[in-house]
């Protein structure tokens, strides 16, 4: 089973500036790894595929990066309505598919 | 736009058997992994398993023995059923649509998502 470890748990970054969230893999899993943003009560919603891939309607204020074990997720410009908890998941190996245990967001 | 409304839910006693399902509305329903995902403050997201529009499902090997997802494609709706549950269980369950790929899947539209219970 692939370990996903994400970190920081917590990150509060200002208003405006650029938030980075990591995600690294326990074993190669190449670009296989997608990012889900989770605002509170709700489900989780997809943001990136493929490692890179933004979905549908999703704003370019978020991009991701890496592949093999090591990948980031870069939020700019954060305003408010990104506080949420992010998850990566990775879809190489399987199954099962697995997540990570998620990296909250905080606005200062 | 695909919807997915989740059906099912409520507080189970231990031993007895958790029943949830899924109907999909708008959007092909061939071509997709049909899934249950669930979400502990302990575990975190946890994948389930899912099933195709063939009926071929896959599970997590850690609930293999309990859990069996079912298809009807002619009323556009998936269920789960996982048996003797305990209050490990006790979770909030996700049905979700995932995109077949060569490797895989990802996860594109979620259900709202039902709280499921489990006490004595």
């Known amino acids: 089973e692939i370990l996903l470890t994400q970190s920081p748990a917590t990150l509060s970054v200002s208003p405006g500036e650029t938030a980075t969230l990591s995600c690294r893999a326990s074993?190669?899993?190449?670009?296989?790894l997608a990012w889900y943003q989770q605002k509170p009560g709700q489900a989780p919603s997809l943001l990136i595929y493929?490692?890179?891939t933004r979905a549908t309607g999703v704003t370019a204020k978020f991009s991701g990066t890496g592949s093999g074990t090591e990948f980031t997720l870069t939020i700019s410009s954060l305003q408010s309505e990104d506080v949420a908890v992010y998850y990566c998941?990775?879809?190489?190996?399987?199954?099962?598919?697995?997540f990570g245990q998620g990296t909250k967001l905080e606005i200062k | 736009q695909v919807q997915l409304q989740q059906r099912g839910a409520g507080v189970l006693k231990p031993s007895e058997t958790l029943s949830l399902t899924c109907v999909v509305s708008?959007?092909?329903?061939?071509?997709?992994?049909w899934s249950w995902i669930r979400q502990t403050p302990g575990k975190g997201l946890e994948w389930i398993g899912h099933?195709?529009?063939?009926?071929?499902?896959y599970y997590n090997p850690s609930l293999e023995s309990r859990a069996t997802i079912s298809i009807d494609t002619f009323q556009r709706q998936f269920s789960l059923i996982m048996s003797s549950v305990a209050a490990a269980d006790t979770a909030i369950y996700y049905c979700?649509?995932?995109?077949?790929?060569?490797?895989?899947?990802?996860?594109?539209?979620w259900g709202q998502g039902s709280l499921v219970t489990v006490s004595s």
């Open positions: 979700a649509r995932g995109r077949v790929l060569v490797l895989g899947t990802y996860i594109d539209s």
């Open positions: 708008g959007g092909s329903f061939s071509g997709y992994y």
């Open positions: 099933i195709n529009h063939g009926g071929t499902t």
């Open positions: 074993q190669t899993i190449r670009n296989n």
């Open positions: 493929h490692a890179s």
């Open positions: 998941q990775q879809y190489n190996n399987w199954p099962p598919y697995t």
